[in-house]
């Protein structure tokens, strides 16, 4: 059962460094703020997983920030204490000062100049915003051609997707290239190749693009844990571990498996070809166990009654483990899980051996390890 959708740019939060490596900088940010009715305005910025909130009052219609950064870095505006509010009006901050403009009734208009790291993210918003635009066009279009149930024109709207996509490859390894010391590539690394269009190839590669300067800083090491994301869900390498609750409230961990060939099974008890599949999953199942092959069940269900249920009725003798929270599951999150059923296959060592083995081939694939 697949979710079926387009797969869009993530939005521009980016940022860049200086060539050498940062140092320690205070920082002064001087804004007007045109119609703004709110008496504080609110700058925050992410570090270590950890969201920074400050705040200061708009005096007719001027504010003011100053504050200490390791390393260039990305900040935004919000006029409510909560980080996540609106509108999130975002730059980049460096040594250099930043000052900013804008009117609260046409964002549309707003200036904000700074240091080279905020002029890195014009120029990476400006060769993106275009690709994003074509996006977007492609898919009304293909959504009017859906509606009119004409599918030469899907078709054609589906290739020009592909082609697009293609393109925005290019632009992004191209950015990487041309900015091999900025901070903004390795948030590109991190969050436009967390895309499934990129293999693990592809990232390897451009990651390669980079100076060894920035590989220690922030943005540098997002990009190489994207890389050691990928690896952990790509054939041939360890699977990356993970942890979640058995029916119980039981902590089941990936790693209990380790010394047996087990199959991570992502099913869910509303999904027709998942419950299609189960009997050849128990047949498999009864066959190997004792020659050292198991399975565990990781439910996209969110009540657990249905679940539990279905586990009963389809004789699933494995461990099962979930968190209930549907297509959100953590486990299919941390595998980029679009569609069940799927499946792992992972080898006594903890690697992954193979992926998406159903009916016979998932029999044939257990007999070239285990004998008949």
Known sequence: MNKVKFLFLSTFITGTMLAQKPKPFTFVIEGIAKNYTTKYIFLSHK???????DSTKVVEGKFKFSGKSPEPNMYWFTTTSNALGQPQIIFYVDGAKTTVNMNMDSLQTLSIVGGQSQKDYEEYKVTMLGFQLQQQQIVSEYNNARSANDMNAMQMKQNEFESLTKKVKEGLKNFVKTHPKSAVS???????????????????????????????????????????TLQGTTIGYPAINFTQNDPNGKPVKLSDYKGK?????????????????????????????????????????????KWLGAVEKDQLAWDQV???KGWGNEVGRIYSISSIPSNL????????????????????????????
Do not use: H
């Open 47 to 53: 570090w270590d997983d950890k969201t920074f909130t």
């Open 186 to 228: 390795g948030y590109i690394i991190y969050a436009e190749y967390a895309n499934p269009i990129f293999t693990m190839q592809e990232v390897e590669e451009v990651i390669g693009l980079l100076d060894k300067s920035i590989l220690e800083t922030k943005y540098g090491k997002l990009a190489k844990d994207r890389l050691a």
């Open 261 to 305: 060939v087990v199959l991570v099974d992502f099913w869910a008890s509303w999904c027709g070809p998942c419950r299609q599949e189960n009997p050849n999953v128990v047949a498999a199942y009864n066959k190997y166990k004792g020659k050292g092959f198991t399975v565990l069940g990781v439910s996209f269900d969110q009540d657990k009654n």
């Open 322 to 324: 979930s968190d209930l």
């Open 345 to 372: 296959l992972i080898d006594k060592e903890g690697k992954i051996l193979d992926k998406n083995l159903r009916g016979p081939a998932l029999d044939l694939k257990l007999e070239e390890i285990f004998g008949k």
